[in-house]
């Protein structure tokens, strides 16, 4: 939700001519390409974190018992990686627009 609050403020600013008078320079404009592709990494990393929650407190606690130790614990799972490597990404991409 703050997020999504942060990337409306940030999208209206940009494109409403009465804060920026028409003037976007190329360093503004690099910032807002990187805004907008840290906010689809956050999103999806979120998207991945909840779809976790599901499967290991839901589904593998109803199905196997509790297998959610062994569940949450292996580090070779496709989404455990895909979040890892989205994370790794947002801080690089945040790191060199500071």
Same mark, same amino acid.
Not at 6 to 15: A, D, H, Q
């Given at each position: 939700?703050?997020?999504?609050?942060?990337?409306?403020?940030?999208?209206?600013?940009?494109?409403?001519?009465?804060?920026?008078?028409?003037?976007?320079?190329?360093?503004?404009?690099?910032?807002?390409?990187?805004?907008?592709?840290?906010?689809?990494?956050?999103?999806?990393?979120?998207?991945?974190?909840? !779809?976790? @929650?599901?499967?290991?407190?839901?589904?593998?606690?109803? +199905?196997? /018992? $509790?297998?959610? =130790?062994?569940?949450?614990?292996?580090?070779?799972?496709?989404? !455990?990686? @895909?979040?890892?490597?989205?994370?790794?990404?947002?801080? +690089?991409? /945040? $790191?060199?627009? =500071?």
């Amino acid at each position: 939700g703050l997020l999504l609050c942060l990337f409306g403020v940030t999208l209206y600013l940009y494109f409403n001519p009465k804060y920026n008078k028409g003037r976007q320079d190329s360093h503004t404009s690099v910032m807002m390409g990187i805004s907008a592709i840290m906010f689809f990494i956050a999103t999806l990393h979120i998207a991945i974190n909840f !779809y976790r @929650l599901l499967q290991g407190y839901v589904d593998i606690r109803i +199905t196997q /018992g $509790s297998g959610l =130790a062994a569940y949450l614990s292996n580090l070779k799972a496709w989404h !455990y990686i @895909l979040k890892d490597l989205l994370f790794g990404t947002q801080q +690089t991409l /945040g $790191s060199a627009a =500071a």
